[in-house]
């Protein structure tokens, strides 16, 4: 007989069968369970032959992490934006712009109707009805009026005269 000792066997072959598979399941889900990644690197941590024996499972739970911080670090950025946009853009282009123009337009309509001309008032006649009632305006015109009627009397009777010795206009025509 040898002096060697035979190995005692440890587990049965459908134990290490089994064992295997989980191992398996365990390198095709690590990549999308966070929590199993994170588990199966605290058990290959925690013995290092296991490590060494499994290490693309190890890098592969890694890689895991090391994705979700990204994936959370971009989730944190487009959430930054999200709030900025609709805190402080948004509610500059459609709240705060908008009320502004309103303001703008009502202050700017009241300028441009102070700068359109008045429509139902002439201001020579505002100025005309003042000076008429001043004592002096009314006497001058009526020292108007006078001349007027005493010199249209003399030109209306030298016209008169004028249109007595003038042929008529249908004479006129036929020279």
């Known amino acids: 007989m040898s002096l060697e000792k035979p190995h005692p066997r440890s587990k049965r072959p459908s134990i290490e069968h089994e064992e295997e598979r989980a191992w398996v399941s365990f390198y095709k889900r690590v990549g999308n369970d966070l929590a199993l990644a994170t588990e199966v690197l605290a058990q290959l941590d925690s013995a290092p032959d296991m490590k060494r024996s499994h290490l693309a499972l190890y890098l592969c739970c ?8 990204a994936r959370q670090a971009r989730n944190k950025r487009i959430g930054i934006f999200v709030r900025w946009f609709c805190g402080g853009l948004f509610t500059q282009l459609f709240v705060q ?3 502004a123009w309103r303001r703008a ?3 700017g309509g009241d300028i441009v109707a102070e700068c359109l001309p008045e429509t139902g008032k002439e201001p020579a006649m505002a100025k005309a009805r003042q000076l008429a009632q001043e004592p002096t305006f009314a ?8 001349q007027r009627t005493g ?12 249109d007595a010795s003038a042929p008529s206009p249908a004479i006129r025509k036929a020279a």
């Open 62 to 69: 890694k890689e895991s992490l090391r994705t979700h911080k």
């Open 97 to 99: 712009w908008p009320n």
């Open 105 to 107: 337009l009502r202050q």
């Open 139 to 146: 006497t001058a015109q009526a020292d108007f009026r006078q």
């Open 151 to 162: 010199v249209s009397a003399e030109p209306a009777a030298a016209t008169a005269e004028a």
